[in-house]
């Protein structure tokens, strides 16, 4: 069993939409967890990036981290077109010093016009 | 202010042959970890360089090995190079000190093995 399950996908969505990314983990040492995107043929870019439990909120973008349930979501409110990448969940357990990222599968998301 | 760099771009390596990746880390960060993301997965953890010293490691051979300079850049080195190594791979620069040090990720480089 991978240490972070990721749904790939693909998500097609109408632009407008809600969409909700998801990941499930199973080791409960992972304290920050973090979002990227990741453009075709790029690197992944940071979008969200919690501590713990709770939610955040960043424009458009809402990250949820319910540590209870090893289970974190990404919510895209509005989506556009320019939202059309890949969404990648990942959590670290070591504080102070990075520590290694592990990553989920990612998920492909599609917003059509 | 150039964010994390890595050269080359692209790269096609016959079998066998040996590959050197460089990276040079966001202004202000001291901290290197290269990645490894085959085509529809995830980045894998390789190793990560801090002090021009290999802190951590994830599962991969010692074909895999690498070097950071005094000045925080980064070379990754793979030898005896499989078909399997064929992948995006990423530098990832950050600041060892911060309890939220954020992870930010060069463009990649692709290799191909053939």
């Known amino acids: 069993q991978k240490e972070v399950e990721q749904d790939p996908g693909p998500l097609s969505v109408p632009e407008g939409a809600i969409v909700s990314l998801n990941c499930t983990y199973s080791n409960s040492a992972f304290q920050y967890f973090m979002w990227y995107r990741q453009y075709s043929r790029k690197g992944p870019e940071l979008l969200m990036y919690t501590y713990s439990s709770g939610n955040k909120e960043d424009g458009r973008f809402t990250a949820q981290v319910d540590k209870s349930s090893k289970y974190i979501s990404l919510f895209i409110r509005d989506s556009q077109p320019s939202d059309s990448a890949t969404y990648l969940c990942a959590m670290r357990a070591l504080s102070g010093n990075t520590g290694k990222l592990i990553f989920g599968q990612g998920t492909t998301l599609q917003v059509k016009p | 202010d150039a964010g994390v760099t890595q050269s080359p771009t692209h790269l096609i390596k016959t079998r066998g042959q040996q590959v050197t990746l460089r990276c040079s880390p966001k202004?202000?960060?001291?901290?290197v970890s290269w990645y490894q993301q085959a085509l529809g997965q995830g980045p894998q953890f390789i190793f990560q360089?801090?002090?021009?010293?290999?802190?951590q490691r994830g599962n991969f051979p010692d074909r895999f090995s690498g070097h950071q300079f005094p000045n925080y850049s980064s070379e990754l080195n793979v030898n005896a190079l499989l078909l399997g190594d064929s992948a995006l791979y990423l530098c990832?620069?950050?600041?060892?000190?911060?309890?939220?040090?954020?992870?930010?990720f060069g463009q990649g480089t692709r290799l191909t093995v053939v």
């Open positions: 202004s202000g960060h001291d901290t």
């Open positions: 360089y801090y002090e021009e010293e290999e802190r």
């Open positions: 990832a620069s950050s600041l060892e000190q911060g309890a939220m040090s954020e992870a930010f």
